[in-house]
């Protein structure tokens, strides 16, 4: 079973202040990797994707990944109440049909 | 942006029924998924459409299960005799390829099963 692990939170920030959200997973041979952003009772929204070791950086969004650890992370720069969500992450499989996604972590941005 | 559309919104039914959900995935899309979601749980994938036919499914996919796109617009789930534990939010993607491609989500069933 394909394993994508993370912290459940909350995770609570003050506005302005950096969110750091942490993922890890089981399969080694993975190659994509993604961060989803959920509303509560809505679907799922991308933020980012990362494939290659090191840091991707849109906006106020970086991602960081570490195959050698098996670790993805997402930063969020000087974080808004509107930030406030559950973050997924999510890996592709060995066939690239299917995406593993973690329980997500809840993150709210405190005013 | 173009969207997924999915309906219904909500579909209530009462447990050993047969429900179809449907979906219009985005036109040029070529790979179409169903996931759910159980309240409080993690996003789970059932299976991938691709050239007509299943290209991967989960363990949750099984035989109570079917998926089909009857024309080009669009695809559906059936779920021949639904249970109480398929009780979830049903969602539809797709995508123009595999692998590193977006993944479209539309805004989901909600399926209540009593």
């Known amino acids: 079973q394909k394993e994508v692990e993370q912290n459940s939170g909350p995770l609570s920030v003050p506005e302005g202040a950096i969110a750091s959200l942490n993922c890890t997973y089981s399969?080694?041979?993975?190659?994509?990797f993604f961060w989803y952003r959920q509303y509560s009772g809505k679907s799922p929204e991308l933020i980012m994707s990362?494939?290659?070791?090191g840091d991707k950086e849109d906006g106020r969004f970086t991602a960081q990944l570490n195959k050698a650890s098996q670790y993805v992370s997402l930063l969020i720069r000087d974080s808004q109440p509107s930030d406030s969500a559950t973050y997924l992450c999510?890996?592709?499989?060995?066939?690239?049909?299917?995406?593993?996604f973690g329980k997500g972590t809840s993150l709210l941005v405190t005013p | 942006e173009p969207e997924v559309t999915q309906t219904p919104s909500h579909q209530v039914t009462q447990m050993g029924q047969e429900v179809i959900l449907r979906c219009v995935p985005i036109?040029?899309?070529?790979?179409f998924y169903w996931y759910r979601q159980i309240l409080g749980q993690k996003v789970e994938f059932l299976v991938s459409?691709?050239?007509?036919?299943?290209?991967?499914k989960s363990e949750i996919f099984d035989d109570q299960f079917s998926v089909e796109r009857p024309d080009g617009s669009n695809f559906t789930l059936k779920i021949r005799s639904t249970k109480l534990e398929d009780s979830a939010m049903y969602f539809c993607?797709?995508?123009?390829?595999?692998?590193?491609?977006?993944?479209?989500f539309g805004s989901g069933t909600q399926l209540s099963v009593l």
């Open positions: 999510a890996v592709n499989s060995n066939s690239g049909y299917a995406l593993n």
């Open positions: 459409f691709y050239n007509n036919e299943i290209s991967e």
């Open positions: 036109s040029n899309h070529l790979y």
């Open positions: 993607a797709s995508s123009r390829d595999r692998g590193r491609e977006k993944l479209f």
């Open positions: 990362i494939y290659s070791n």
């Open positions: 399969d080694r041979v993975s190659q994509s």
